[in-house]
């Protein structure tokens, strides 16, 4: 008890002791009132600068995560408009002169692919094979064609589209179906996804029952679907006897091409995509390999798209296809993106019934 009773008081005195010299030296203690002042001047534009400089940069690396991360729902846009991947084919969103059947396609993957067969009724009735077979040579100028669409919305949206491309081509089958993500159909996008979609669909018009082998085949692509129907010729090379031609309207050269049109080259976008991009779509890179003659369809006011794209698209495929006879491009000075059937009609259904027309008949005329 003596002993703690020792170690407190010694400890107390100690203490006493110690701030004596720290009251006696307050410079052992703390810097003079200047250094103090400079140095909270200091800390203070520390953090106005990691607040003005640090939250831009990191809500900037943010962004550029995301982009990446998300390209695929960026590029592949199914959902837009609202309710666009369950619309429903109402009596009401038919026109009254076409007659419209629902088709399901089932792809090796098990995604089920939903879309439409659209046909122009004649005198009150569908124009099919079923009414008095017509003859092998009457078959061949009666085209099927399938109707690859851009990056939004779904087929009932292009039902308008379709009566006009009929009203230029009566006689013709048009084959609509939804990829993976789109309208009804099954699935996520993605660029592996809809080229298997698309081969699906081409296997489908060039083997069914319900069509005439006989039928020549053409692939129409808006925008995206440009690209896809671009990419499905150019691995069928083999399979394009059957298919007469190809009808391209305000596509792209490559998915690329597209990000550098749209961030200018002072921001970073270019070089990520460049590098972090697994969405391609290398239209301009594929485009030789197609020998079928191609109709080239271009907007000259394309907001989205700009027309040297086309441009390119068609002189490479001059130049180096081998295959320039009969293909031919026609530009629309007042129609953007997405109006060239309705803004400037006559002429696109003159440019579509030209070419069909003078290719069905090089065919027939060969035979």
Known sequence: MFILRVLIRNNISYSLHKRK????????????????????????????????????????????????????????????????????????????????????????????LKGFVVERKQNGNTFSMT???????????????????????????????????LQAVPEATIIGICPRGFGSSSGRSSERGLEIDAQCILHYASSSSAFDIHRPIYIYGHSLGGGVAIGLLAKNVNQQQRIHGLILENTYTSILDMVKTLYPRYTPYPLIAKYFLWNHWPSLTRIHKIKTPILFLSSEKDEIVPAEHMQKLYNKFMTMSGCSDGSRMVKFPRSTHMDIYQVESVAFKSALHTFINDNNNKVIDKQ
Not at 149 to 156: K, S
């Open 21 to 112: 010299i720290i009251q006696q030296w307050p410079c052992i203690n703390k810097p003079p009132p200047s250094q103090q002042q400079q140095q909270r001047s200091l800390s203070s534009w520390g953090t106005a600068f990691l607040i003005v400089a640090g939250v831009p940069a990191g809500l900037y690396l943010y962004k550029c995560i995301m982009l990446v991360l998300f390209q695929n729902k960026l590029i592949y846009m199914g959902y837009i408009p609202p309710g666009s991947r369950h619309e429903q084919c109402t009596p009401d969103k038919i026109p009254s002169n076409l007659n419209i059947t629902e088709q399901t396609i089932q792809t090796p993957d098990r995604k089920q």
């Open 131 to 165: 009414q008095d077979l017509p003859s092998q040579q009457e078959e061949q100028r009666r085209p099927i064609i399938i109707y690859f669409q851009g990056n939004a919305g779904n087929m009932i949206h292009r039902f308008d589209l379709f009566n006009k491309m």
